[in-house]
């Protein structure tokens, strides 16, 4: 069986690259990897993005079932002045994936549900940041 938080990470990115709210605001740049300089320090991406960010898997087994719950973390990045772009670009985010009916192949998506955002300055002092956490169970 495939395992759940990748499958899970398949459907987010292909949910996110075919809403049309999204792709007005970042075009098909969805990254698990940001493109990097040969340092691998600097993003060469054109801004502003969706990137995936840190997920944790925990073990959620009921009634002789395997279950996963997922924290999956979903950045954007944007260099447009101040927070507004990365603002409306995470809001893009949670429309797309809180409550969504998002197919898996061989697991089963019980819930995807919105736990928070943050919005930040990153230390370049150039790209605004915003973090999107969602709690799935699978």
């Given at each position: 069986?495939?395992?759940?938080?990748?499958?899970?990470?398949?459907?987010?990115?292909?949910?996110?690259?075919?809403?049309?709210?999204?792709?007005?605001l970042?075009?098909?740049?969805?990254?698990?990897?940001?493109?990097?300089?040969?340092?691998?320090?600097?993003?060469?991406?054109?801004?502003?993005?969706?990137?995936?960010?840190?997920?944790?898997?925990?073990?959620?087994?009921?009634?002789?079932?395997?279950?996963?719950?997922?924290?999956?973390?979903?950045?954007?990045?944007?260099?447009?002045?101040?927070?507004?772009?990365?603002?409306?670009?995470?809001?893009?985010?949670?429309?797309?994936?809180?409550?969504?009916?998002?197919a898996?192949?061989?697991?089963?998506?019980?819930?995807?549900?919105?736990?928070?955002?943050?919005?930040?300055?990153?230390?370049?002092?150039?790209?605004?940041?915003?973090?999107?956490?969602?709690?799935?169970?699978?």
């Open positions: 069986m495939m395992d759940a938080s990748y499958e899970l990470q398949i459907a987010i990115v292909g949910a996110l690259k075919s809403d049309g709210a999204v792709r007005r970042v075009g098909d740049r969805v990254y698990d990897n940001v493109p990097r300089d040969a340092n691998g320090k600097i993003a060469t991406a054109n801004f502003p993005y969706i990137s995936l960010g840190p997920e944790q898997t925990l073990p959620d087994g009921y009634d002789c079932q395997d279950g996963s719950e997922i924290t999956i973390q979903i950045d954007a990045a944007s260099r447009a002045v101040g927070f507004p772009e990365v603002k409306k670009i995470a809001d893009a985010v949670r429309k797309v994936l809180h409550d969504a009916d998002l898996l192949v061989e697991n089963a998506l019980v819930s995807i549900e919105f736990e928070s955002r943050r919005v930040l300055r990153d230390p370049d002092g150039k790209t605004s940041h915003a973090v999107i956490t969602f709690r799935a169970v699978v």
